[in-house]
Each structure stands twice: as structure tokens, then as C-alpha cells.
């Protein structure tokens, strides 16, 4: 985890899409304009995404919250955060979601969640996935999935994953019923999916939350978008603004000003701890 401090009682814990980074722009910009305004921020990195080997036979998956819990705990032993919140882009905002939906005895210090860009339905962004127009992203994330569980096969041959399944695999279905769902013991691509997506969590979210998804946002579906779940909820805003594409946002036109998703950050934060 790589922190940024200013010496603030505040922190952004940020976390990162499928396949980033804490070195990822999107982070570095976020927590950069953040700490302009004075408040700290730390980058988790997902296991095996921060340029170190992963020593597990397992990594990261679009649900698991558990490190999360760890980064948390672990800001919090720094003694110096009063107020602490999520902040999730893409896969990592489905994980600050869940997070903030079923984690038990959440700290007091956790004071709210910001999720940009959510896949909160993971079968139908998967789906989305598929389409002709996003064949290109689609193809660049199966290159370093790929990549990665034919690697952990060569390290943990007991893992007992089928190097051909995983090789073949061409879509996130492909992936996750040949590496994500044995790893993690789910029967297949589909209860995974099921398991692990945000919007059934949304109810029990408890903590104010902000949860932006552009309509224009190719990667997600229709699902993805949780109207229903969030019309009368108490302690979520869901914002639909018509343009950003996925974790975009620009304010102008030339993306020479900040993002306008960053500013709306800071203002959610600042309202929350006021």
C-alpha cells in the first residue's frame, strides 16, 4: 500500500480497477488533488498488481473485501486518522460496496464509501464486456489475466488449474470458470458473478455512499445501474451524470482541468466530516 501524506485526520483509502494500480493515473490523480486540499490518502494495491509476486496461489477478485479490512486496520494502528473513507474505481468500487455493505463492526473512523464507475451487476459488465466496441479492452485484460494464472500455475502446480481452459479463455466467462471460480471455490463463472455483485449489498449499506456511473459508460449494463436499490435509501446517492465513459469525467473538453468526479469526491468527503 502506498500512502501520501500531508499530516491530515483524514484519509482516502483508494482502490483500484481490474488489472491498475496504486500507480495507475486515475489513483495518482485522485489522491494527488486530494492531498492538495489536505487530506491524506493511501492506494492499495490488489495481490500480485503492485509489481510484486503474489505468495499465495490466489490473488484479487471483484469481491473480495478481506484486504481491505487489513488496510483499514492497518491505517488505523498509525493512530492519527479520525475520519476514513473508501474510495473504489470499477472492480474496486463493486469491492468498496460490498465492503461497505456486509463488513461487521466497522470501525467508527470509517465514515462513508465513494465508488466511480461500478460494475455493480459483474455478469452483465462482463456481458457488456463481450460487445464489438469493447473487444479491445476485453482482449487487454485477458493478455495480463492470462499471463498471471499461467505463472501461478508454473509456481503452484497443486493448484490443479487447466493450463489449456485457461489458455483458450477469451471472454471473463472464459476466465472466471477456469481460474477465478476454482481458485475461490465457486461452482462456476456465474455464482461467482452472483456472489460477489455490489447491488444486492446496497440495502445494507449503513454509512453515507456515493456511487457514480455514467450513462454512457460502455463496460456497464443496464443491471449495472442500481436504480430501484438506491430510490429510497437513506445513506446512498446514486449520480447518473449523461457523459464520463468509464472512469472519465473530464470537465473540459481538452481534460485540461481536474476531473470533475475528483472535485465531486472531495465535496462528498468534506460534507460527511463537517
Known sequence: MDISSVGSETAVLALHGLEGSSQSKYIISVLKYLNSQNIDGAALNFRGCGGEDNNKPYAYHSGKTDDVDLAVNYLLSLNKYRNIFILGYSMGGNIALKYMGTSKNMPDEVKGAAAISVPCDLGGSAIAL??????????????????????????????????????????????????????????????????????????????????????????????????????????????????GGHVGFNSTLFGKDLLWSEKRVLEFINHNIS
Open 130 to 243: 463481450e460487445s464489438l466496441h469493447n473487444l479491445v479492452y476485453q482482449n487487454m485484460f485477458m493478455k495480463t489475466l492470462k499471463e498471471k494464472a499461467l505463472h501461478k500455475l508454473n509456481k503452484f502446480p497443486e493448484a490443479n488449474l487447466n493450463k489449456e481452459a485457461i489458455e483458450r479463455s477469451k471472454t471473463f466467462k472464459d476466465f472466471d470458470n477456469a481460474v477465478t471460480a476454482p481458485l475461490f471455490g465457486y461452482k462456476n463463472a456465474e455464482d461467482y458473478w452472483v456472489t460477489n455483485s455490489s447491488k444486492q449489498f446496497i440495502p445494507d449499506i449503513q454509512k453515507p455512499t456515493l456511487l457514480i456511473n455514467a450513462l454512457d459508460d460502455s463496460f456497464l449494463s443496464e443491471s449495472c445501474f442500481p436504480f430501484s436499490e438506491t430510490k429510497n435509501h437513506q445513506k446512498v446517492y446514486f449520480e447518473t451524470p449523461k457523459y
